[in-house]
């Protein structure tokens, strides 16, 4: 033709082309994703001049991205009705370096070890994907401009590119790219169909392949959150969380500073890590503008909220950004603080305002709570506020807040109270219990074998400590009727740590038992029973930890002591089999007995003394 213009490429464009054409780059799939935002930002503009008044040309033809492949010629066409471009701007966008994102780029691939070809479309040259897979690139363009004719650029890539006016176009731009013999999958309709879906979902403009609508589900989160109806929520969540039952919670928040957010996320109806799935992934999604840049984000939300499901979309996601070093960026960081402190905070409001679906999700994804408290110090005080414990002042079933206990403390009262056991029953059957049933105050039931450490962690909570019940330095309110003077109970505690011996660090006369006749108290005052069991499954071939050491409280008041005090003097045989039983027994009543058979040994020689008494 005789108006066929060659143009060169400008240094820079080529010498990126050349890494792009030969790039062993895996992903070559994400130039569906630049070709069709591109159109999508063609359709935008062309909106926004309909909107301004500015006169268009084939104003009635609706904004739309068409795509069709042919798997027989080898090629994927993508066209899109919007705003077109010029013969200048054909010039301008597609063979200069207008956009200070190539040497950017450039720069970002030559410094990179395993460059990411990937992140093309952050530097403002996504067009120039195309190249990885085409061997060439065809475009058609007529401007919205009135005046304006249509123009064809093609260029392989190489060298530079041809311009040829092209008489009878339509409005807008159409690519069509010539597929490499290693790219010619992206001619089959279903690899595209996948692709589309992948990155190109929520494109705000309707997509047809082959005459197939697509992208039919909107991405809400951009929208106005007084006209969304809880149904299109759902499908939505559908969409995203492949998941048909109903969200648990949803939290739809948007923000513009310190960050600009839009974000929609979901808690699943069911915990799936403990169906049986093995660890879960975070399922939220990271968009720029609609359009993904990194599903399943790493380093988003932190991994104790791996639970959730969602989408944030953030404008101010920089070119810089690399999937690698995206966890490092202190913007990731500023996303991730941003994020969990707001959804701490919208579960902290939902358990007020939605208390039964709070309670549901507490009974879902409380180990993930308590994982961030063991985990992460960042967010211990938000976490703290979330836990929920039976506890010796409600109902069985019912459970408290910390903030609530805290409300219901008598002023005299320091410290917050914490009585691991396996269940309600055998919390409140608990020696240790006894005291506070006594003294009215209240006690946390903690049923979970995690808490302990969880309360280790917390240490406290607006200010006060929290305290298990067994480490509490708590007397009866009212001494007990004893059969035992105080001088003659002290005697019995005195002969009873010669009689045992090594078995108990120290014998005390107890100031806080009412019906048992002992309890044995950890003799250490920082490591508990629970940890030093975990301490010694954890060093499996190491030596043995040293034998626990226990505290031997005995209460006066019991008759058993009394009677234990008389036997000594006539059968003192008898009297020590009997203190031994009493300490196991103790044991027994604290979980801490591990060996249970030199105990029954001696149970059944007692036995046998009782019944030939008898
Ligand atoms: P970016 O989209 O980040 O600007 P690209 O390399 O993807 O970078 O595209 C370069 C430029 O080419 C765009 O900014 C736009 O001006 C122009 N362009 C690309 N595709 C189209 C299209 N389908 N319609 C109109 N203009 C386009
Ligand atoms: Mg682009």
Redesign the pocket.
Known sequence: MAQTETHHFQAEIQQLLNIVIHSLYTDKEIFVR??I???A??CE?LRFNQSAGTPVYQSEIAPTITIVTDEKAGTIT?T?T????THA?LV???GTI??S?TKAFLKQLSEEKKPDVGL??????????SFMVAKRVT?L?RSFATEESGWQWTSEGMGGYELAPAADLPR??K?TLELKDDAKDFAQESTVERIIERYSSFVPFPIELNTKRLNTVQAIWARNKNEIKPEEYNEFYTFIGHDHDAPLFRLHFNADAPLAIQSLLFVPSRNFETLGMGRIESEVNLYCRKVLIQAKAKGLFPEWLRFLKGVVDSEDLPLNISRETMQDTSLMQKLNKVLTSRFLKFLDEQSEKEAEAYDKFYNEYQRFLKEGIVTDFTHKEALGKLLRFESSSLDAGKRTSLADYVKRMAAEQKEIYCLLAANRAAAEASPYFEVFRERKLEVLFLYDAWDEFVMEHLREFEGKSLRLAEKADLNLSAKKDSALSEDAAKTLAQWLKETLGDKVSEVRVSQRLVESPAVIVDADKFMTASMRRMMQAMKQDGPEMPATKHDFEINPAHPIMARLDAMRQKDAALATSVAEQILDNARVAAGQLEDPRAMLTRLNQLLEKVLTKE
């Open positions: 630049e070709l935002s591109n159109a930002d063609a503009k993508i899109d919007g705003l077109g471009m701007e301008e966008n597609l207008a956009h994102g093309i479309g952050q530097f403002g040259v996504g067009f120039y994907s475009v363009s807008g731009t690519i």
